[in-house]
């Protein structure tokens, strides 16, 4: 039954081509398949510990030109504050509370995102999409055995319409795993890799006296609630401040022309841009910077998720420049409860 399943779900994307462990026949994206192979092991000897009772998902992260950096290894998970707080498969506002093995890896890795390579044990959803797109990741290998799951069967045309196009638009190369078989078999390959956008993206000076305080009334003068914005004073790798202001984006690849025709850029649960606090977090983390204060502004009350997605990060003080949601209306009441308990200093500015 499993089998026709993984056979009826899994030859819609495959490229009818497969590496074998002896091949390393597509140069530098797969050159080690017993690499990868105990890579993907890693991640499967953990999934059984995540605490969601029915989509348990691994996810383990490596950059194979950075050795020295060791893989880290994720499951999908609750932040840790939100324990003792709420059951396990509570709401917090629109979104789950577990914040996805993809981006937990990310947020996690040790290494240099850029260029790295991601194993994970399921097809991965398409807001994990655009994180990775956004992360710099290269690479994304799937478990086959991902692919024999329910959530395949269920979300399969999200998979195919959404997450690879996001991949694909990323240039991101998408391989399936055999661990039994040791083979490795494309979705899609690209050689070159679209560079997460740097467009949407300001760095400003910190002059003598400058604080959060003082700059967030300029960028509301400036910018409003037309668009969806957040800022932080970050430190970069060399040590030096800089203001990095980020707004929403499309992930890379895309532009506004490719949803002309569609009128809604955004496909039942999942849309396609990517707000703004999860796209500077995983800019900073992306480029070796620091938040020296933990401090991140926010133009507008973010989303139930992008609020889950920071936790996940680490942050713990948000200040909000409007009252105005961003497109999402329940991270008022995600953002109140998480203020309530006190899992969240805000400030209002
Ligand atoms: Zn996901």
């Known amino acids: 039954m499993f089998e026709t399943l993984f056979r009826k779900h899994l030859h819609r994307f495959l490229l009818g081509k497969t590496y074998h462990g002896t091949e390393s026949s597509c140069g530098y994206i797969v050159n080690d398949i017993q690499t990868i192979i105990a890579r993907m092991q890693d991640a499967v000897d953990v999934v059984l510990t995540s605490e969601h009772q029915t989509s348990r998902v ?10 020295e950096a060791a893989p880290f290894v994720a499951v999908n998970s609750r932040p840790a504050c939100l324990k003792g707080h709420l059951e396990w498969d509570a709401r917090l506002g629109a979104s789950s509370q577990f914040i996805h093995a993809e981006l937990a890896a990310i947020a996690g890795f040790g290494g240099d995102l850029r260029g790295s390579h991601l194993c994970v044990t399921d097809p991965f959803c398409p807001n994990c999409a655009k994180n990775i797109a956004e992360s710099g990741v290269r690479t994304v290998y799937i478990d086959h055995k991902g692919f024999q799951k329910d959530f395949i069967a269920r979300n399969g045309d999200e998979f195919q319409s959404m997450s690879m196009l996001v991949a694909e638009r990323a240039g991101i190369s998408v391989y399936v795993v055999n661990r039994k078989e040791q083979t490795v078999t494309p979705i899609r390959e ?3 890799q679209t560079r997460p956008s740097p467009s949407a993206i300001e760095f400003f000076d910190i002059r003598d006296g400058m604080t959060l305080e003082k700059v967030i009334p300029d960028f509301k003068t400036r910018i409003g609630t037309r668009e969806s914005w957040a800022l932080a004073f ?3 790798a060399d040590g030096s401040p800089r203001g990095l202001l980020v707004f929403e984006a499309l992930p890379p690849g895309f532009t506004p022309a490719d949803f002309k025709t569609r009128g809604d850029s955004d496909t039942g649960k ?3 841009p990517i707000d703004p606090l999860t796209r500077l977090l995983i800019t900073v983390k992306r480029m ?3 938040i020296p204060d933990g401090r991140v502004a926010c133009g507008r009350v973010p989303s139930s998720r992008a609020l889950v997605n920071a936790l996940g990060f680490g942050c713990k003080s948000l200040i909000v420049a409007s009252r105005a949601c961003d497109h999402d209306p329940t991270g008022a ?7 309530g308990k006190e899992l969240l200093k805000l400030e209002e500015i």
């Open 58 to 67: 691994a996810a383990c992260i490596f950059n194979p030109v950075q050795p």
């Open 333 to 339: 009441d995600a953002l109140a409860f998480l203020t």
């Open 288 to 290: 070796g910077f620091t």
């Open 190 to 192: 690209f050689v070159a």
């Open 270 to 272: 999942y849309r396609f």
């Open 234 to 236: 970050i430190r970069e």
